[in-house]
């Protein structure tokens, strides 16, 4: 009879669908820092073909999902996108005019609010802060007393000849250009708008070409990225495109609500031209860190120069610091998450780099050129490095993370990690899943050389301190088990279970993450080092009143003498003993379990400390028959297979 454990969600989450790279000739060895500075020279001295196409490209993520509504609605694949781009050229044209005409009504009252702005800075002459900057104004020149003077006139001498006679009166002579031409003149007026108008003509001429051949061009980046498997390569395209649509559209259908909001709100309160900074705020709303700042300066700016007072910079305040950070920090976060998929430092990064490639148009659009490069990233093998780079997962899974933490030797490191996973998962399956197949890695290590005593010593300290640190910590996985109060007393003595450690240096400790497991359901164990069963000293071993032995192991690679040895040691020691061999394994696709069973006399096998713990507990059940009755069948003797 053997014991399995049950099936419990993982704790590191599965790797997104990839696309495989496809079977190419091995690349030539280019560096990969000149290819980078080809790239980058690239984009700098392409921008102006290059910026169109790429807000062509954010466009066509926003319009896909209307054009497959319309085209399911039969309009036809040209009517389709024909309309969606009108619609969107629409837009665009009626947000141009809107902020022509509001930037023509603040212009106008310029004169005005100088004069406002004007009569409040002598307002503040006479309040404490315009006392304090005379003071300051004052301590400088008293600093400063050797300022420039003015160089004294020189006296004219007595005894001077008199001055010449002056020359005779230079003739003013005017030259008038010749007045400029109709042309001209067109040519003069239209070359400020010249420049945008091309770049829209662009960005809606590439977006009609995008949405009329995306099924070819996608089959195109199938070939590109790797073609072996269609089915898959075809899964993590769509899903990208799908990932992408979604974000941008939310992203998009959001800050347009927070400039709508904005706006109405500086039009109750009586800011001039509310219509222009709504829609200014929703634009700087696409810029991180930065953009929610700036949306504010200027309506509190014009406010300040609109109102004599201060009442209406005020209610503008207020009105930015209360929407904001709802938004933010709590719109945000139920619409598509807490981020937009990047670490913060790739986020800030980002903006600097696209700012100083392409400007102010490089800093609206860095965030979502970085999430469409993360998120190619997660789907391209080739492109993994850009997640890793810039994506907001981590970039070690959950185990590699703690055997990396407990390799430093940094016990408070280890701790806070393990108080991080603990919120979300009980303590059994935390051993289970992080802490023992981290053992498993540095057994791993171990067997291949590579730590020293000292790195050795550091693990063991770390793990102590961590089994001790979690001693008091209630084990809610408990509850799936038989009731550890209702084990027989006779189990509840200490010493009823011999946890019995292999001969690697992290075997004690996974022994004695099993002891403190078993001792939270109420069973008396004991932790045997592997050095008291050894050969030597298996006859002067006192077993005291055990009645189960359980043999824990990690990294068993090839046939596991050493722990079949040790079993027909402890079963001659304790012939009458229930017999548990754990074998704990990071690679578990790789244990065969039938050889191991011929190999090892045992009566259960076990592969996860999970396993480990309802093997034991179910053995000190009280319902179930006693596994020490008489009528239990004798062991199994070596190399004969345990039936299932």
């Known amino acids: ?87 969107t050229l629409s837009v665009v044209g009626a947000l141009g005019t809107l902020i022509g005409v509001q930037l023509a009504d603040i212009a106008g009252d310029v004169p005005r609010y100088r004069s406002t702005i004007e009569r409040k800075v002598e307002g503040l002459k006479d309040t404490p802060a315009g006392h304090m ?22 006296e004219p001498k007595p005894d001077a000849a008199p001055a010449a006679a002056p020359p005779e009166k230079a003739i003013l002579v005017e030259v008038k250009d010749r007045a400029p031409d109709a042309l001209t003149m067109a040519g003069t007026l239209l070359s400020p708008i010249l420049h945008p108008l091309a770049t829209i003509g662009i960005v809606f001429v590439v977006l009609l070409f995008l949405l009329m051949q995306r099924e070819d061009l996608r089959d195109r980046m199938i070939r590109l990225a790797g073609s072996s498997d269609l089915h898959r390569t075809t899964v993590a395209m769509d899903d990208a495109a799908k990932r992408l649509s979604r974000y941008f559209l939310v992203q ?46 200027f309506p509190l700016a014009l406010a300040a120069a609109v109102d004599p007072g201060w009442s209406m910079v005020v209610e503008t305040l207020i009105l930015f610091l209360i929407l904001e950070p709802i938004v933010g920090h709590f719109i945000e976060p139920m619409l598509y998450g807490h981020s937009t998929g990047m670490s913060p430092f790739a986020v800030l990064v980002s903006a600097l780099f696209w700012t100083w490639l392409w400007g102010p148009v490089g800093l609206l659009l860095s965030t979502p050129l970085t999430v469409c490069l993360v998120v190619l990233g997660r789907h391209v093998d080739k492109l993994e490095f850009l997640d890793v780079l810039f994506g907001d997962r981590p970039a070690l899974t959950p185990v590699e993370n703690f055997y990396q933490r407990i390799l430093a030797g940094d016990s408070d490191e280890v ?85 019995v450690s292999g001969r690697s240096f992290v075997d004690e400790s996974a022994c004695a993450i099993l002891a403190q497991l078993l001792r939270n359901r109420g069973i008396g164990v004991r932790v045997v080092p592997f050095s008291e069963v050894a050969r030597a000293r298996i006859d002067t071993f006192d077993p005291g009143p055990a009645r189960l032995v359980c043999i824990v192991s990690t990294a ?38 039938a050889a191991q069973r011929r190999a090892i006399p045992a009566d259960i096998h076990v592969t996860s400390l999970r396993g480990a713990v309802e093997a034991i507990v179910a053995a000190a059940d009280p319902v179930a028959p006693d596994p020490v009755d008489a009528d239990r069948p004798a062991p199994h003797p070596v190399g004969t297979p345990i039936p299932a």
């Not at 820092?33 to 102006?48: H, N």
């Not at 020149?141 to 004294?152: A, I, V």
């Not at 498993?440 to 300290?461: F, N, P």
């Open 1 to 87: 009879m053997a014991t399995r454990p049950t099936t419990k969600p993982s704790l590191i989450p599965p790797r997104p669908t990839r696309i495989a790279a496809a079977e190419t000739p091995a690349p030539t060895m280019t560096s990969p820092l000149i290819v980078a500075a080809l790239i980058v020279t690239g984009l700098y001295l392409g921008r102006d073909v290059l910026i169109p196409i790429a807000i062509a490209i954010l466009l066509s993520f926003v319009l896909g999902p209307l054009v497959n509504w319309l085209r399911r609605w039969h309009f036809g694949r040209f009517l389709s996108v024909a309309t969606a781009v009108l619609m």
């Open 133 to 154: 900057a005379d003071y300051v104004a004052g301590i400088g020149r008293t600093m400063h007393p050797d300022g420039p003077k003015p160089e004294p006139k020189p």
């Open 252 to 297: 998009l259908a959001l800050n347009a609500s927070f400039g709508l909001v904005v706006g109405i709100g500086l039009y109750l309160i009586g800011v001039p031209s509310p219509v222009l900074w709504g829609i200014f705020s929703a634009l700087m709303r696409f810029v991180p860190y930065i953009g929610a700042f700036v949306s504010a300066l």
């Open 415 to 499: 701790q806070e990690h393990a108080e991080l996973i603990l919120k979300t998962c009980p303590l059994a399956t935390y051993y289970d899943e992080v802490v023992i197949k981290g053992l498993e890695l540095a057994a791993r290590d171990a067997a291949r050389g590579v730590l020293t005593h000292e790195q050795k010593a550091d693990i063991r300290q770390s793990l102590a301190g961590l089994v001790e640190d979690l001693a008091d910590r209630d084990d809610e996985s408990a509850e799936d088990t038989p009731d550890a109060r209702a084990a027989n007393e006779v189990w509840r003595a200490e010493g009823t279970v011999l946890c």
């Open 556 to 593: 068993i690679s090839g046939e596991p003498t050493h722990l079949r040895r040790l079993a027909e040691r402890l079963k001659r020691k304790l012939p009458q003993a229930y017999t548990v061999v754990g074998l704990w394994q990071a690679d578990e696709s790789s244990l065969d379990e």
